[in-house]
């Protein structure tokens, strides 16, 4: 006789050596929950029943696009560096971008996983990643703050965690764009945000050459009473964060 076994709540069944039974029936909601979050990658209707899923079709999307060589290198650089959940959005957010930067396949579902995981800022930094922004700019903050006596480690992931979870609201000034272009994104995105009554933009830069830039672009609005402007720049001028509040 094949050993038997049938746990306390009579949802799963084990039979033989490799085959598990799961009796949606008798399992509860919260059951469900688990089963989705721990064994299986479906979701169900309101009477149990497992609905259409392309969770195979994912999985393959998701190992083909893996990590791989320079991600991998990037994710050394931030292993230490940033916290776990943080850490782990960025390994998914890479496979989003090799998914579809280098083969034009649909991220949607894959996009979706990351922000439902990660509601605080999931979304977000699968865009900055696709922007190459950790390629770059948060490395180049890390740099900035490295070189700093009393340099924290903490402080870093906290604004790097601040930056992310605010990037509606935010202008990276960047060496890959042009004076003009950062100085319209700006005007632009104060324009929606005194639309909708947000009250605030923050500017961030890091390294001389784009605090400079930034301090040029702040030139602009110097005269503009409707606007209070707050600086904070680092003793080497080469991280600052400035705020236009309206």
């Known amino acids: ?11 799963l069944e084990v ?16 059951e469900k929950i688990q089963i989705k979050e721990k064994v299986l990658d479906v979701e169900f209707d309101e009477k149990g029943n497992i ?3 392309h969770s195979s079709e994912k999985t393959k999307q ?6 791989k060589d320079k991600d991998e290198e990037l994710l050394r650089f931030y292993r230490d560096k940033l916290n776990l959940d ?3 959005a960025l390994e998914a957010s890479l496979i989003v971008r090799n998914s579809f930067g280098n083969f034009g396949e649909n991220t949607d579902e ?12 999931g979304n977000n930094i699968c865009n900055l990643v ?18 700093e006596e009393d340099f924290d480690i903490r402080i870093y992931q906290q604004k790097v965690e601040r930056i992310v979870k605010s990037l509606p609201y935010i202008v990276f000034v960047t060496r890959y764009k042009s004076y003009d272009e950062l100085s319209g994104e700006v005007r632009y995105k104060l324009k929606r945000l005194k639309m909708y009554g947000t009250g605030k933009l923050r500017l961030h830069a890091f390294t001389k050459e784009n605090v400079s830039t930034t301090l040029i672009i702040l030139d602009e609005y110097k005269a503009d009473e409707t606007i209070l402007i707050e600086v904070e720049i680092n003793p080497s001028s080469t991280v600052i964060t400035a705020t236009l509040k309206f």
Request: proline share 7%.
């Open 1 to 11: 006789m094949p050993p038997y076994f049938i746990n306390t709540t009579n949802v």
């Open 15 to 30: 039979k033989g050596q490799d085959k598990i039974i799961i009796d949606l029936s008798k399992a509860t909601p919260q």
């Open 51 to 53: 609905l259409e899923s």
């Open 62 to 67: 998701i190992k083909k696009y893996l990590p």
């Open 86 to 88: 943080m850490y782990k």
């Open 110 to 121: 894959l996009k979706w996983d990351i922000s439902r995981k990660y509601p605080e800022f």
């Open 130 to 147: 696709t922007q190459g922004y950790f390629d770059k700019d948060f490395k180049d903050l890390y740099n900035s703050m490295l070189a």
